[in-house]
């Protein structure tokens, strides 16, 4: 079983940063892959970012990529998304997930999910 915290969200104006985490319990942590999505209200939920349980490979959607940055810290048991040059349209719910597997933008291949952190882009 694993538990996902995310935390780090809040408002930024259009070009501004954020780095979101999410904090991971169990031991198994390093074995997942991990990846992060979001929902903007009134729209589905869309992926953002992935990476391995290793970190050597990671996958972004082309609406974030050379934006984001997705990384992760086993020994903290952790992964982050550090976002950049942030537009109104980012703003969403952002979420974490962890997989046994390798699901790179498939959501309903992960097994565990964090509650959520806002993330709000101001024009």
């Known amino acids: 079983q694993v538990q996902l915290v995310e935390s780090g969200g809040g408002l930024v104006q259009a070009g501004g940063s954020l780095r979101l985490s999410c904090a991971a319990s169990?031991?198994?942590?390093?074995?997942?892959?991990m990846a992060w999505f979001r929902q903007a209200p009134g729209k589905e939920r869309e992926f953002v970012a992935a990476i391995t349980w290793s970190g050597v490979n990671t996958y972004y959607a082309d609406s974030v990529k050379g934006r984001f940055t997705i990384s992760r810290d086993n020994a903290k048991n952790t992964v982050y998304l550090q976002m950049n040059s942030l537009k109104p349209e980012d703003t969403a719910v952002y979420y974490c997930?962890?997989?046994?597997?390798?699901?790179?933008?498939?959501?309903?291949?992960?097994?565990?999910w964090g509650q959520g952190t806002q993330v709000t882009v101001s024009s």
């Open positions: 997930a962890g997989s046994s597997t390798w699901p790179r933008d498939r959501s309903y291949e992960y097994d565990y």
């Open positions: 169990g031991r198994t942590f390093s074995s997942y892959a």
